[in-house]
């Protein structure tokens, strides 16, 4: 067979996000766009700050000599010195331009780390559900994922359990906070304490256990939640995040690493991070996205946009009889499946049209997700259906 067999079992165990996607898309060519409610993908509905339009254009229409060329596989020395500036205000803490590596998002980010820090059979533990594609990053570079529940009642880390799961071939505990599916934001004294297993943990096996925060939806917050910085609670950690979501920018594949200025060998870290970066074949961040973030430093959607529709979904699902934790922060319900089976639940909400995810497909059973970063329209048209499966699911 010309395909390798692992990727053929990649194939076919890969995203049910994308699988959902794909059959929203097969649906609304039968029965048109304003008849499917299609919650499958966490792809943002609300557009970017007027200010990002008007900094492309101005981009586009520089005759700067080399604006298209090559680069620091780093990123551009100004990008760098105006990510490190805005970040010692977000982090609380002092970053220089040398420990920010500037990446294809926060996907990209998470495999130069991983390049950066796995030998092969290196273990990564990580809290459950999470995103299912942290499996296939790990996988890419010769890593073990580990995961371990989250405590059921709010989705918080379980620290006893994550504890007895660090191992001599830890390398890598990974974190994504807010949390894709939860929307989950771990607290600060949840952060302080673990930094305080991972350090006796490495002192323990002898050897430097990394943490790693995926913080894409890190603006993206409510109710006046803060997300704690992992670098105030343990030297060697990293921190990747991206411009997807607080400023719609997807598609663009913008994002950094940050690596925490007490790190141990840190420059050695960001020398293997920057090498990564080149022989991954993403070389360098594209360019006029890194001159466009330069000057967008600490600017936002306005993510009462996203509340709004968080408090309809929340008051609407719970009066139907779901249950549900009000997520605090990134644009995701994970409410529990109403019956055992997650994915039997979600065929019934695709025979009313409407396209969730199952919780199995984020090492989650038992839940769905929700990604509410869609119009008004399609909530509201989608909550007849979701009663109505509720209702059906009860007389299973």
């Known amino acids: 067979m010309a395909v390798a067999e692992k990727m053929n079992r990649f194939i076919e165990n890969s995203s049910w996000i994308r699988k959902m996607f794909e059959e929203g898309a097969r649906l609304k060519q039968i029965y048109g766009e304003d008849k499917v409610f299609d919650f499958s993908i966490g792809n943002p509905n609300v557009p970017p700050p007027d200010v990002v339009d008007e900094i492309l254009l101005e981009l586009a229409q520089s005759k700067d000599p080399g604006r298209h060329g090559y680069m620091p596989n780093a990123g551009l020395p100004s990008t760098r010195s105006a990510m490190s500036a805005y970040f010692c205000g977000e982090f609380c803490i002092s970053l220089a331009r040398e420990q920010v590596v500037v990446t294809c998002g926060a996907a990209g980010g998470l495999n130069i780390i991983f390049k950066a820090l796995l030998d092969p059979g290196d273990e990564v533990v990580c809290p459950a559900p999470y995103f299912v594609e942290y499996n296939f990053y790990v996988d890419n570079h010769g890593g073990v994922l580990k995961s371990v529940p989250v405590l059921e009642a709010d989705f918080n880390l379980d620290l006893e359990r994550m504890a007895q799961e660090i191992g001599p071939r830890t390398k890598v505990v990974l974190i994504n906070s807010p949390n894709n599916p939860t929307g989950q934001i771990y607290p600060e004294e949840t952060i302080a304490k673990l930094g305080e297993i991972l350090t006796a943990k490495s002192s323990q096996f002898g050897h430097t256990i990394y943490l790693v925060s995926d913080e894409p939806y890190r603006k993206i917050v409510y109710d006046d939640c803060n997300v704690p910085c992992v670098f105030v609670h343990y030297p060697n950690s990293l921190i990747t995040g991206s411009y997807s979501k607080d400023l719609s920018l997807p598609g663009e594949r913008i994002g950094f690493v940050a690596v925490s200025p007490s790190a141990e060998n840190g420059g050695r870290l960001v020398e293997a991070l920057t090498l990564a970066n080149r022989i991954l074949g993403f070389v360098n961040a594209p360019a006029m996205m890194q001159r466009l973030v330069e000057r967008l430093q600490g600017i936002c959607v306005d993510v009462s946009i996203y509340r709004t529709k968080r ?86």
Do not use: W
């Not at 009066?319 to 997650?342: N, Q, T």
């Not at 049209?353 to 038992?366: E, M, Y």
């Not at 769905?368 to 499966?389: H, K, M, N, Q, W």
């Open 311 to 396: 408090d309809r979904l929340v008051e609407a699902l719970s009066g139907f009889g779901y249950e549900l934790a009000v997520p605090r922060g990134a644009f995701y319900l994970f409410p529990k499946s109403p019956i055992p089976d997650d994915l039997a639940f979600v065929r019934l909400l695709q025979e009313e049209n409407i396209l969730c995810v199952p919780g199995s497909g984020f090492a989650g059973p038992g839940h769905f997700r929700i990604a509410y970063c869609v119009s008004d329209a399609t909530i509201e048209g989608a909550l007849p259906g979701f009663e109505r499966t509720i209702q059906r699911a009860r007389n299973l």
